[in-house]
């Protein structure tokens, strides 16, 4: 991953950004959410290579790739709620930014009820439950 394209690319919006604020405050919002799709869209790109090393892991461990599944859902959850909250906060609306982080916590928290069912099991077995 290139770090220096995207902090150019962040350092960039973000001078636009602030000049254009005492003009049009709403350009400014636009332009940090079109720089952050974009930084967002070099990031997914790259991830190839992270996902290959996390599905090697799965497959040494010999666990269920419905693990990695979870586990992919949950950083995408993760990462469009952080990204969401971040250009509300941007735009002025904290409160509706703490209700997306909110609604992102708790999706989390029912994709994993499934892996919270079968640890729960398990601890049962070795106990002799």
């Not at 394209?5 to 973000?14: N, R």
């Not at 790109?45 to 269920?64: D, W, Y």
């Amino acid at each position: 991953m290139n770090m220096i394209a995207l902090t150019g690319i962040a350092m960039i919006a973000m001078v636009i950004s602030v000049m254009i604020k005492k003009y049009n405050p709403e350009y400014s919002a636009a332009i940090s959410i079109i720089a952050g799709v974009v930084i967002l869209a070099m990031i997914f790109f790259n991830l190839n290579s992270v996902v290959g090393k996390i599905e090697s892991l799965l497959r040494a461990t010999q666990m269920p790739m419905d693990y990695g599944l979870t586990l992919f859902k949950s950083l995408g959850i993760c990462f469009l709620t952080q990204f969401a909250s971040d250009s509300c906060n941007d735009a002025g609306e904290s409160a509706l930014a703490s209700k997306i982080e909110l609604a992102g916590k708790i999706s989390v928290i029912i994709l994993a009820l499934p892996l919270f069912d079968q640890i729960i099991s398990v601890a049962t077995k070795l106990v002799g439950g």
